[in-house]
Antibody, heavy 118, light 108 residues
């Protein structure tokens, strides 16, 4: 069965960087893209960007341009999301999701809580 | 970007009742790219409906989606206790993908 397993919770200071991993299994990794979504405490869902696991093409949310980098390692079927220059309002649960095109995002990771605090 | 507005913000109903949730877009959304998600506390979103009206794998048939253009609806025909949660609509046909602000379905 399809599974996306994310790395554990992180606590970072303002200005630092964080890198969250998302390990995929149960499907051909390079046949789907991965989207990243975050959810601040008590808030809604915010799309951060997308990466093609086939060729590494990316599409980032404009508000995160310059601070976010998404990559994949096809040898381990793992996607990564790095966010730099962290601020307190980056505190959120970060999710990866398998992008199945017109069939939507039916598989999500369990989420990774990133806390930014001095 | 396409702004999605969900209504109502909170819906108070009893088990066995019918729930109707609305999602309105600021511009036309391709019907192939409108989804609905259910989210419970501490859990990742769960895909219910994609393509405006197709149920995702394993989703009970009491959940149905409809609509086109700028107006979409999620209907839960007879509420079960496990259906009380927050529901989000999402458009994923144009970049950036966007989500509605959510509708909280609570027990009356």
């Amino acid at each position: 069965q399809v599974q996306l397993v994310q790395s554990g919770a992180e606590v970072k200071k303002p200005g630092a960087s964080v890198k969250v991993s998302c390990k995929a299994s149960g499907y051909t990794f390079t046949s789907y893209g991965i989207s990243w979504v975050r959810q601040a405490p008590g808030q809604g869902l915010e799309w951060m960007g997308w990466i093609s696991a086939y060729n590494g093409n990316t599409n980032y949310a404009q508000k995160l341009q310059g601070r976010v980098t998404m990559t994949t390692d096809t040898s381990t079927s793992t996607a990564y999301m790095e966010l730099r220059s962290l601020r307190s309002d980056d505190t959120a649960v970060y999710y990866c999701a398998r992008d199945s095109g017109s069939s939507g995002w039916g598989n999500w990771g369990q989420g990774t809580l990133v806390t930014v605090s001095s | 970007e396409i702004v999605l507005t969900q209504s109502p913000g909170t819906l108070s109903l009893s088990p066995g009742e019918r729930a109707t949730l609305s999602c309105r877009a600021s511009q036309s959304v391709s019907s192939s790219y409108l989804a609905w998600y259910q989210q419970k506390p501490g859990q990742a979103p769960r895909l219910l409906i994609y393509g405006a009206s197709s149920r995702a794998t394993g989703i009970p048939d009491r959940f149905s989606g409809s609509g086109s253009g700028t107006d979409f609806t999620l209907t839960i025909s007879r509420l079960e206790p496990e259906d009380f949660a927050v529901y989000y609509c999402q458009q994923y046909g144009s970049s950036p993908s966007t989500f509605g602000q959510g509708t909280k379905l609570e027990i009356k």
